[in-house]
């Protein structure tokens, strides 16, 4: 089983950017679709994006569509997100996780593996 650690947040300020990294403890991670979701306070996990095993597939929120972008390094067993223009709502936990199908899918139950988890905080 491919365990998931995500990295790269902290805290920054309306505008600023982020880059996220979600990195496989195996290469297996390159067979899957992988997802990224987050989690506000008092709020329940939501999308974020998702990308193919191909990289060519993505899918986006709408709430990120034009600002995030995710991408995949099969070299680095990674999967990125950059995230631009970010906002306050922005601000939550943000989690990996596996799709065990090769269909998109929006809904976190349909995704396994999840990671612990990078905080992001934006500031106004």
């Known amino acids: 089983q491919v365990q998931l650690v995500e990295s790269g947040g902290g805290r920054v300020q309306a505008g600023d950017s982020l880059r996220l990294s979600c990195t496989g403890s195996?290469?297996?991670?390159?067979?899957?679709?992988v997802g990224w979701f987050r989690q506000a306070p008092e709020k329940e996990r939501e999308f974020v994006a998702s990308?193919?095993?191909?990289?060519?597939?993505?899918y986006y929120s709408d709430s990120v569509e034009t600002r995030f972008t995710i991408s995949r390094d099969r070299a680095q067993n990674a999967v990125f997100l950059q995230m631009n223009s970010l906002k306050t709502e922005d601000t939550a936990m943000y989690y990996c996780?596996?799709?065990?199908?090769?269909?998109?899918?929006?809904?976190?139950?349909?995704?396994?593996?999840w990671g612990q988890g990078t905080q992001v905080t934006v500031a106004s």
């Open positions: 195996t290469s297996s991670i390159n067979v899957f679709i």
């Open positions: 990308i193919g095993r191909s990289g060519n597939l993505t």
């Open positions: 996780a596996i799709r065990t199908t090769n269909r998109h899918s929006d809904n976190d139950a349909h995704y396994a593996n």
